[in-house]
């Protein structure tokens, strides 16, 4: 049986993750909130963010901005992208 939940970044219940994708309480919350749906766009914009500003994931700098961008994008509705990103044109 599907775990659904009431995302509360697409703001309508959706299919949730199986289970927490990150570590610690923050890793909970999002499997409590988030759906997969939603998980899967953040996963995007995160490997976008990544190879724009050439992120070195050994870095607890990078780790640390891609957390806090992470929390921003899920809970906090804002629309996160990165700079100089150009959608391919179909």
Not at 11 to 37: N, T
Not at 44 to 55: D, P, S
Not at 60 to 68: E, T
Request: charged share 30%; net charge negative.
């Amino acid at each position: 049986m599907t775990r659904m939940v009431n995302c509360v970044k697409l703001k309508r219940e959706a299919e949730g993750l199986d289970y927490p994708p990150y570590p610690g309480d923050l890793g909970v919350r999002i499997w409590r909130e988030i759906s997969k749906e939603a998980w899967a766009n953040w996963m995007e914009i995160q490997t976008r963010l990544v190879n724009e500003n050439r992120l070195n994931l050994a870095d607890a700098r990078a780790r640390k901005y891609l957390a806090q961008q992470m929390e921003s994008y899920l809970f906090d509705d804002r629309d996160i992208e990165a700079h100089g990103y150009v959608p391919p044109s179909e």
